[in-house]
């Protein structure tokens, strides 16, 4: 299969925005890789690591390096918007982490932008390429589960990550910036059926706010679909600090007229015990002696190579720049969905009252 020449800017050079360079500088299509940071001395060490073939501390001039044909933005969740808007009037495609904004007034700036240019835009939900949600997915398309009436997703992680997360952006809660995953999945399981309605309680005062953060310890939803499709979905990042998941662990159901699914996702199927200690693949200055292994959200590096779900996505969207193959990345359009969900879930939460869907800004 023919494969076109293609050059990659990678904006962001923190841990997702490191993965994503070093996977690219690896893909055989990639022939020019360009990373930048507004910290200078991080994006050249990620440029040494990655073996870049250009850095900077500028985000704009690497969107506008004649050799960049396409656009990696990594950035801190609340600052996708202006890298997302320079490479699209430029018409470089782009693939924007999740979520895709932190508010629906930036969501709709970059919609109105990208309606405008009429350029190509997919938003990072890497769930969508873990090997038991492709074959999840696959069961469905080929009607084996029948009507899906409703189903039931929720996804634990420890303290310590959440607390490294709100470090990074106070703004990423564990709804907005985890349960959107599974927001997400959930649309994909029943795509075409959007959500409108949102029943939300939360517990909060326990671990969080005693260390400053206001937000909820755990939050539950009941979200209904517009064929009456009904899905609970719960998300607590309350485990213990030293619990031995080091991601999300997770469960998801499916129940449909014809047949169910489940998905049992919390990777205790590996465990080892290290006296060495076992490093966090999120958090290096994080160590277990007790891990589950595999439970690394975006993946885990094995004898040279980065395997899982970050690893399954980023190659496919580089396989789709450069031969036009078929990718199942998250539209902006669902991404704006997906955030609105979230929205809803976290003002269900806090009013008690249910909320209806679309959202408005």
Not at 84 to 101: M, N, S, T
Not at 150 to 175: F, M
Not at 190 to 214: D, I, M, T
Request: glycine letters at 10%.
């Amino acid at each position: 299969m023919e494969r076109k020449r293609i050059g990659i800017a990678v904006i962001g050079s923190g841990r997702i925005g490191s993965l994503r360079a070093r996977l690219a500088a690896r893909h055989p299509a990639v022939g020019f890789l360009a990373v930048s940071d507004l910290d200078p001395k991080r994006a050249r060490a990620l440029a040494e690591q990655a073996g870049a073939s250009v850095y900077s501390g500028s985000n704009e001039e690497m969107i506008a390096h004649p050799e960049v044909t396409a656009v990696i933005v990594s950035t801190p969740e609340g600052e996708h918007g202006a890298a997302i808007k320079k490479a699209l009037e430029l018409g470089k495609p782009i693939l924007v982490e999740k979520p895709l904004a932190l508010s629906l007034t930036d969501a709709d700036d970059i919609l109105a932008t990208l309606r405008d240019t009429g350029g190509s835009l997919r938003v990072g939900y890497s769930r969508r390429y873990k090997d038991c949600f492709l074959r999840a997915k696959e069961q469905i398309v080929r009607a084996r589960l029948g009507r899906i009436i409703g189903g039931t997703a929720r996804v634990y992680n420890s303290r310590a990550q959440a607390l490294n997360i709100l470090k990074r952006d106070p703004h990423a809660t564990p709804v907005l910036d985890v349960l959107t995953y599974y927001v997400d999945l959930m649309c994909w399981f029943l795509e075409g059926n959007p959500p409108v309605e949102v029943v939300a309680r939360s517990q909060k005062g326990v671990v969080f706010e005693p260390l400053g953060h206001a937000v909820d310890d755990m939050t539950w939803a009941i979200v209904k679909f517009a064929d009456g499709a009904v899905i609970n979905l719960g998300v607590s990042y309350t485990l213990p600090t030293l619990y031995p998941a080091q991601g999300q662990s997770d469960r998801v159901e499916l129940l449909g007229a014809d047949g169910s699914l489940i998905i049992d996702d919390d990777h205790t199927d590996q465990l080892m015990f290290s006296e060495k200690g076992v490093p966090h693949g999120y958090m290096p200055d994080h160590t277990v002696n007790m891990a589950f292994l595999g439970a690394n959200t975006p993946g885990e590096w094995a004898l040279g190579n980065f395997w899982g779900p970050l690893g399954n996505e980023t190659r496919a969207w580089l396989d789709h720049l450069s031969t036009g193959a078929e990718c199942v990345h998250t539209t902006p359009e669902q991404a704006r969905i997906n955030l609105a969900t979230t929205i809803a879930i976290q003002r269900a939460a806090d009013t008690g009252q249910a909320v209806r869907l679309p959202l408005e800004t």
